[in-house]
């Protein structure tokens, strides 16, 4: 199974270096492990030379085997920027089994300050060790580093890139022997173009039959300090594999300016896509997207369903993001000091403590906590135990849309409704409400309850959920709240002397005003869990309320509708949208733009829109 437990890398420093205890050995060369990694892994493989003769728009993709400290990753980042032509994009897919912590990452990065710049932005979105597939584009769009979390026969299996040149830097054989296996080496090769390349500082002679009988060839090159010999060799041939360029830019329609669209519209810009982001309300995020105070946690079960590996997946991916955004100096209301989810049932308080185990997940992502560490974590006391997530948090969905859009690859269209889309030859044509007709390559439908009647033929089953935010004032009472407090509802810590309580979860009711009703169902819930808060009268409340599109499985749809070529959709994210939206943002650029996705094909089929015409 894919999401299998990760248990995270714990190094020992031994003569300034760290070292793996669980495989006995070093993570690099002490004789100069960046002289290493670019005689053994860059020179091996022909780079930079190679990237030199890309085409201006072109991609280079290196698959890796042992992500470990990263340095592989900082020097290649560091050489191609310096070598590549300024359009090109570096895909890189790492796998690792055992990740480091992000604290552990930092202390050893500190022994390369020359580097600093590229670890300091990889810092920034490294992920909890979550198993499965985690993406973050670095360098302005321009190095797009997929990790790959979890045991590499199986992770491999389940994606579905293609590598112009291989890192193989496992631990030794002898410590490590299932990362040089002929079945290992044979998934390598299928996940190498022709004439693609492979190097390692191994040349035992089960690394050479290994990759020899998976179809490449094993020629020895000269070691590098104390190791005499390492290995390179090629996939199906001895000519260097050509670099096709990317496939032209073409502008892409997004109906919608609400999180969804602004995500996929930010994706495709990074990528140098031309993108027309029309919407009919005024500005972007002025219907469901106007959520001031979203809450941002995983979805969690007992088990690793569809949805839970999705979600966990869309958590890290949403916190990368935000540290992106946020360390290019958009400012984002909100932030991350925890999430404590207490039960909002006594089957919730039997099944909460069970969660971790039954997931495999370390502390860093979720730890169950008692009744008093929870009330000490939280600042008010609370009545329960509960499970506290360290990086949960909250976020402005109008400032976060803003961000997104503050790209100069975008053109935003306000007060323009489509009223329908009709299929040209090569082309799509938006109709607009007033007679003017949007011409575009591809259209991706980010509308919401609207997409349905857009393209009919696609008979999406999109539901309806009315939720309901309330604001309170800060008191000297709830001043004292330290992190998002859930408990069937959601209570955020002060912010401009102000609190936020949500969210109500009424079914297929359309009506979007605030109202007294929703505040006292906003306020029953908290009292179950803090029962001693001084609340204000539900009729002086301010608040906000908006009808979240949803989908019969709680999983948005995202992918290419079938029978129209270049329509696509990204909706029904119901009230996870700060979690899915970035993801499929991701998603659906890669998908346009011909790139392997960042997502296991399993879970790729559970998103897809054309799932329900089965």
Known sequence: MIHSPISPAR???????????LYGDIYFSKAGGAEETLHVFLEGNGLPERWETLAPQGRFTI????????????LTSWRWLKHAPPGATLHYWSVEGHPFLRNDLQAIHALWPDLSPHSEELLAGWPPPLPGFHRLALAGGKIRLTLLFGE??????????????WYLDGFAPSRNPEAWDTALCRLIASHTAPQGTYATYSAAGKVRRAMTEAGFTAKRR??????????????????????????ASHPVLIAGAGLAGCAAAHALATRGHEVILCDRQTGPAMETSGNEAAILFPQTALEWTKNTQFYFTAYAHTLALLARLRAGGHMIAGGHPGMLLCPKSKEDAKRLPRIPGALGLHESILRYVSQQEASGICGPDVHDSGLFFPQGGWASLPELCRALLAHKGITTRY?????????????????????????????????????????????LPVGSVRGQITRIPATLHTRALKTVLCYG????????GFHHLGATYDRHEAGPVSAAAGHLAN??????????????????????????ATSPDRLPMVGALTGAPGLYTTL?????????????????????SGEAIPLPRHLLAAISPSRFNK
Not at 11 to 21: I, K, N, T
Not at 489 to 496: Q, T
């Open 523 to 548: 306020f029953g819930k908290l009292r179950r869990c803090c029962p001693g808060l001084p609340l204000p009268d539900p009729e002086t409340c301010a608040g906000w309320s908006g009808v979240r």
């Open 63 to 74: 698959g890796e085997i042992g992500f470990g400290t990263g340095l592989n990753f900082l």
């Open 415 to 459: 007060g323009v409704e489509i009223t329908g889309l009709t299929r040209g030859d090569h082309h799509w044509q938006a109709h607009i409400r007033g007679g003017e007709i949007i011409e575009a390559s591809r259209v991706v439908l980010a509308c919401a309850h609207s997409a349905p009647g857009l393209w009919p033929e696609a008979a």
């Open 572 to 592: 029904a994210h119901g009230s996870r949208g700060l979690l899915s939206c970035p993801l499929s943002g991701e998603i659906l650029a890669a998908h346009i």
């Open 222 to 247: 000269k070691g590098f300090g104390h190791k005499r010999e390492c290995l390179a060799g090629m996939f199906g041939g001895d000519t260097l594999p050509a670099n096709p360029p990317r496939s």
């Open 489 to 496: 509802g959601y209570m955020l810590p002060e912010s401009e």
């Open 11 to 21: 190094p020992e420093w031994q003569d300034g270096a760290p070292y793996s205890p």
């Open 152 to 165: 590499a026969h199986t992770i491999l299996e389940n994606a579905d890139f293609t590598a112009d040149a």
